[in-house]
């Protein structure tokens, strides 16, 4: 079956450490994305990628850096810039452009310790 | 700026209640609106797709209106059941170039026996 896939489910990351987020999608859609979800809150934009090796800042991505190098693959990296990481991230995917087929992963919940 | 408010922010309904949840949009050039689920710690699950051409779409007991005009879209749940408890999130596209979302924080809805 299509979808996308987020590992780890859980992660724990200590101050001062990277951490990378991993995002699959066998749907053979062009547009991946990223987004922060915090308590109470909607979900922001933090990156986008409409095509393998280009991708665009989104609300919030201070702290935050992704690749696009194969189409199936966009992991989210959040660094130790990123003062507040404690959060669920969501990835999703998209027929490129305008939003259409939108299909969201299960999520990672990421926690400073 | 687009911005996207969803009242209310809670609602508790006894089983079998019809129902309606809200959603307003500060900018009417959208060019589509969706309605989306998220149970606890889950990922989003797309509901509904209205086109902004369009004035309502319907799926079993869900029908959502739009009305981009004046801004707003309702989902209306009919006999709602407990297994509809959840988050709703309300979320719209601004086309163009970009396929990301500008989504409301959302309805949590607890439907009880």
């Known amino acids: 079956d299509g979808g996308i896939t987020q590992s780890p489910k859980y992660l724990f990351r200590k101050e001062g450490q990277n951490v990378t987020l991993s995002c699959e999608q066998n749907l053979n859609h062009d547009a991946m994305y990223w987004y922060r979800q915090d308590p109470g809150q909607g979900l922001r934009l933090i990156y986008y990628s409409q095509i393998v090796n280009d991708f665009q800042k989104g609300d919030i991505a201070e702290g935050y850096s992704v690749s696009r190098e194969k189409k199936e693959s966009f992991p989210l990296t959040v660094t130790s810039a990123q003062k507040n990481p404690t959060a669920f991230y969501l990835c999703?995917?998209?027929?490129?452009?305008f939003g259409y087929g939108y299909t969201f992963g299960s999520g990672t919940r990421l926690t400073v310790v | 700026k687009q911005e996207v408010t969803q009242i209310p922010a809670a609602l508790s309904v006894p089983e079998g209640e019809n129902l309606v949840l809200n959603c307003s949009f500060t900018d009417s050039a959208i060019y589509n609106l969706q309605w989306f689920r998220q149970d606890p710690g889950k990922g989003l699950t797309s509901l509904l797709l209205i086109q902004s051409s369009q004035r309502e779409q319907t799926s079993g007991r869900l029908n959502a209106s739009l009305d981009k005009s004046s801004g707003r879209s309702t989902l209306y749940i009919a006999a709602s059941q407990p297994g509809d408890s959840a988050t709703y999130l309300c979320a719209v596209s601004l086309g163009g170039s970009q396929g990301n979302l500008i989504f409301g924080k959302g309805t949590k809805l607890s439907v009880k026996p």
């Open positions: 999703a995917s998209s027929i490129r452009p």
